[in-house]
């Protein structure tokens, strides 16, 4: 977390930034060599320079924690969970009293825009750490010197917290590590282990081989995270095999495998064939076509987005309430979409 990090640390001020190694240039995230006309001064950018500048440079975690969780779109989720409570009329007045030019009411009508996908998923945060010849080095987003109204990625000086999550024999050159995750992993963990249930995750990710996937998504479109801070989604893809290690053995794990492969054993092509057999319209049936395409195909959602579940040991293992009528011992039942379902 970021503030396990910086802690670790200690406050890089100006005395600290400028004992900052080097210059880090990710392969995706940033080029760093944007004309200054693509790259407007936000509030959000204004705000996070004038942070920088008081405590020194901070964790690409602290960065994205303070690009999607910024008071404009806390206030959005705030009105929407007001909305939908009093009965989601489908007519109301969102009025902003004060002195100014309506800018924090205009940030907050951006937030209803991307609220689909706010509401949908969880904002956690990543830690990115490099391996240098002095060890791992933790990245940090710093002002840049020669443009002062310019972000940049920079190396810590020395180690940081974010160290304790990476497995030694890691053979990448860059990890991006998700602390947050992992201890909702692990209370899930728990609880699941203690009153049984289960959890289903699905996101993309992979199984700890890939590397520099911290990325930003704007109308669409790859965006540089550093650009206009506020304006883009900041993602990062999943590392199963993190999540698998948080599990710390008190609960059994499935997958990560692939969505086409979960909703191809879940039955899809089946249900597929139910619907277009019911429908008589050529036009709903093209769109029943291009949504499984969406799905299934590997090239689209098909093998970016994986599926990873958490049971009690004794699901997998079998338990006193899944007898067989013909065994005097308990069965394991498949699970369902990490197994192709049996249809009777």
């Not at 911290?214 to 900041?234: E, N, Q, S």
Request: net charge neutral.
């Amino acid at each position: 977390m970021s503030v396990l990090v910086r802690s670790g640390v200690g406050p890089l001020c100006a005395v600290a930034r400028a004992a900052i190694p080097s210059i880090w240039r990710g392969k995706y995230f940033s080029s760093g060599n944007e004309p200054a006309e693509n790259n407007p001064v936000t509030p959000m950018l204004r705000h996070l320079i004038y942070k920088i500048k008081s405590t020194g440079p901070i964790t690409v975690a602290e960065y994205m924690k303070e690009v999607l969780t910024n008071p404009a779109k806390l206030l959005g989720i705030w009105f929407i969970s007001e909305w939908m409570a009093t009965g989601k009329s489908t007519a109301f007045q969102l009025v902003e009293l004060g002195p100014g030019r309506g800018t924090l009411v205009g940030d907050i009508l951006r937030v209803f825009s991307q609220l689909g996908s706010v509401l949908k998923n969880c904002d956690i945060s990543v830690h990115l750490v490099e391996k240098t010849p002095q060890g791992w080095r933790e990245v940090f987003i710093d002002i840049d010197p020669q443009v002062s109204d310019k972000l940049r990625f920079v190396l810590a000086p020395s180690a940081t917290p974010a160290e304790v999550f990476i497995q030694h024999d890691d053979t990448r050159d860059h990890i991006e590590v998700c602390p947050d995750a992992g201890v909702i992993i692990e209370e899930l963990s728990r609880r699941i282990a203690l009153t049984g249930g289960a959890a289903l995750v699905a996101d993309y990710g992979h199984d700890g081989t890939k590397t520099d996937t911290f990325r930003g998504f704007c109308g669409h479109k790859l965006h540089d995270v550093l650009i206009a801070p506020g304006t883009a989604d900041l993602t990062a893809d999943v590392d199963f095999s993190f999540l698998r290690r948080m599990a710390q053995g008190k609960v059994a794990s499935l997958g990560p495998i692939t969505q086409h492969m979960f909703l191809k054993n879940m039955g899809i092509d089946v249900r597929l064939k139910v619907l277009l057999d019911k429908s008589n319209e050529s036009s709903v049936k093209q769109q029943l076509l291009q949504g499984y395409d969406m799905l299934m195909n590997p090239k689209k959602m098909g093998e970016r987005f994986n599926f990873f579940a958490l049971l009690p040991h004794q699901r997998l293992q079998g338990g006193r309430d899944q007898m067989n009528a013909r065994q005097s011992k308990p069965f394991a039942s498949p699970v369902a979409g990490f197994s192709e379902l049996a249809w009777q």
